[in-house]
């Protein structure tokens, strides 16, 4: 077959990760199809570096989620013919009409219907929500196939589009970390104890529960006093109103905020992090705590399903919407005797060992095979 797969995200983190890990992997393990991967200029250069085989790379120079998108990139991907296409992403444009997969990563924006996960004014928002339900809906009707991370995001899909059969949603888990970073990754990047928080700062997230959490863990005992909290993430509209907040609750001596931060960097934080919270109200694989996890970091998660289908009994759980529990669970982490926090580590890196990048690229290239039968 003569495969095209949408790389426009791959520098994004995120979706950037899963494509990034996915084309790849299936450079090495695919011999006998041919993939056109469509990328932004300056994309190519890096992704030519990471792949070899029968790979081809061509210009799309577009952003997601815009009106050139629907309308030049059809054409673009017309002029390759394609057996198959893939869309990592939901937005696919609604005038092709070639057959094509789609990842669905979650369904997030269908559950947080509120401006706060905006920088637009309400009706350009609302505008905007719109169009993304038409996108989403094409996209889950009309593909071949339907790629998700997790079960819960299977369940949810299937809840919501309730048209769609069982048997077009194919769940492939992703991985951690491909293979351990080398060159000072044991070495500390921040002194003393820290707990750590990876990822965006959008409303679904909960950093500001977690917050109003930390802020109450530090004066609940003495000895919590020198406890950092590392935020890493993107500086963006997001992350000044958690900015702000942190102003507003007099803890900025006790948060650390980093951005941009490589593998290497990543390895080091986890590995040496007093544990790993990660509150979300939604997530679609949390890729975070399977990082964390095998990375040797305890971690503390809200308890939603993904969760425990991704952590089972690895994590220490909090309720996302109690901010006393979350500080109750933080503490408890921070409290664990050096036997049971091995045992938990322990128990962390069994469980990420389960999820590997180079599986779910063995897993897509036999929904890509079953999708020629279709």
């Given at each position: 077959?003569?495969?095209?797969?949408?790389?426009?995200?791959?520098?994004?983190?995120?979706?950037?990760?899963?494509?990034?890990?996915?084309?790849?992997?299936?450079?090495?393990?695919?011999?006998?199809?041919?993939?056109?991967?469509?990328?932004?200029?300056?994309?190519?250069?890096?992704?030519?570096?990471?792949?070899s085989?029968?790979?081809?790379?061509?210009?799309?120079?577009?952003?997601?989620?815009?009106?050139?998108?629907?309308?030049r990139?059809?054409?673009?991907?017309?002029?390759?013919?394609?057996?198959?296409?893939?869309?990592?992403?939901?937005?696919?444009?609604?005038?092709?009409?070639?057959?094509?997969?789609?990842?669905?990563?979650?369904?997030?924006?269908?559950?947080?219907?509120?401006?706060?996960?905006?920088?637009l004014?309400?009706?350009?928002?609302?505008?905007?929500?719109?169009?993304?339900?038409?996108?989403?809906?094409?996209?889950?009707?009309?593909?071949?196939?339907?790629?998700?991370?997790?079960?819960?995001?299977?369940d949810?899909l299937?809840?919501?589009?309730?048209?769609?059969?069982?048997?077009?949603?194919?769940?492939?888990?992703?991985?951690?970390?491909?293979?351990?970073?080398?060159?000072n990754?044991?070495?500390?990047?921040v002194?003393?104890?820290?707990?750590?928080?990876?990822?965006?700062?959008y409303?679904?997230?909960?950093?500001d529960?977690?917050?109003?959490?930390?802020?109450?863990?530090?004066?609940?005992?003495?000895?919590?006093?020198?406890?950092?909290?590392?935020?890493?993430?993107?500086k963006?509209?997001?992350?000044?109103?958690?900015?702000?907040?942190?102003?507003?609750?007099?803890?900025g001596?006790?948060?650390?905020f980093?951005?941009?931060?490589?593998d290497?960097?990543?390895?080091?934080?986890?590995?040496?992090?007093?544990?790993?919270?990660?509150?979300s109200?939604?997530?679609?694989?949390?890729?975070t705590?399977?990082?964390?996890?095998?990375?040797?970091?305890?971690?503390?998660?809200?308890?939603i399903?993904?969760?425990?289908?991704?952590?089972?009994?690895?994590?220490?759980?909090c309720?996302?919407?109690?901010?006393?529990?979350?500080?109750?669970?933080?503490?408890?982490?921070?409290?664990?005797?050096e036997?049971?926090?091995?045992?938990?580590?322990?128990?962390g890196?069994?469980?990420?060992r389960?999820?590997?990048?180079?599986?779910?690229?063995?897993?897509?290239?036999?929904?890509?095979?079953?999708?020629?039968?279709?």
């Amino acid at each position: 077959m003569r495969i095209g797969i949408d790389c426009r995200l791959w520098n994004e983190t995120g979706v950037g990760r899963y494509i990034r890990n996915l084309v790849s992997n299936l450079s090495k393990i695919d011999k006998k199809n041919e993939y056109v991967l469509f990328a932004k200029t300056q994309d190519e250069k890096t992704i030519r570096s990471v792949v070899s085989g029968q790979l081809s790379v061509v210009h799309a120079d577009m952003s997601w989620h815009g009106i050139t998108e629907q309308i030049r990139l059809p054409k673009i991907l017309n002029e390759q013919n394609l057996d198959l296409m893939h869309f990592p992403y939901f937005s696919v444009p609604i005038f092709y009409s070639k057959p094509f997969i789609v990842t669905i990563h979650d369904l997030i924006v269908n559950r947080f219907n509120t401006g706060r996960a905006s920088t637009l004014p309400l009706p350009l928002y609302f505008a905007k929500r719109a169009g993304y339900h038409a996108v989403l809906s094409n996209a889950i009707y009309r593909a071949k196939k339907i790629i998700v991370p997790s079960n819960a995001v299977r369940d949810d899909l299937l809840k919501t589009y309730l048209n769609i059969s069982s048997s077009k949603v194919e769940v492939t888990y992703e991985g951690g970390f491909s293979q351990k970073p080398k060159a000072n990754s044991q070495q500390p990047i921040v002194e003393g104890r820290y707990l750590l928080r990876v990822g965006n700062f959008y409303p679904h997230k909960n950093v500001d529960s977690l917050l109003l959490a930390f802020k109450d863990f530090l004066y609940d005992n003495y000895e919590n006093h020198d406890v950092k909290l590392v935020l890493v993430g993107k500086k963006d509209f997001f992350f000044k109103r958690i900015e702000k907040q942190i102003e507003e609750l007099n803890v900025g001596a006790n948060v650390i905020f980093l951005e941009n931060a490589k593998d290497s960097e990543l390895f080091s934080l986890y590995s040496n992090a007093v544990a790993t919270i990660i509150p979300s109200f939604s997530e679609g694989f949390s890729l975070t705590a399977v990082e964390a996890l095998g990375c040797g970091s305890p971690v503390v998660v809200s308890d939603i399903p993904v969760h425990r289908e991704i952590c089972s009994n690895a994590a220490i759980y909090c309720n996302p919407n109690d901010i006393n529990d979350i500080r109750q669970k933080i503490n408890f982490a921070c409290s664990l005797i050096e036997e049971s926090r091995n045992e938990l580590i322990a128990q962390g890196k069994k469980q990420a060992r389960k999820f590997s990048w180079e599986k779910m690229a063995e897993q897509t290239l036999a929904i890509y095979t079953s999708s020629k039968m279709l």
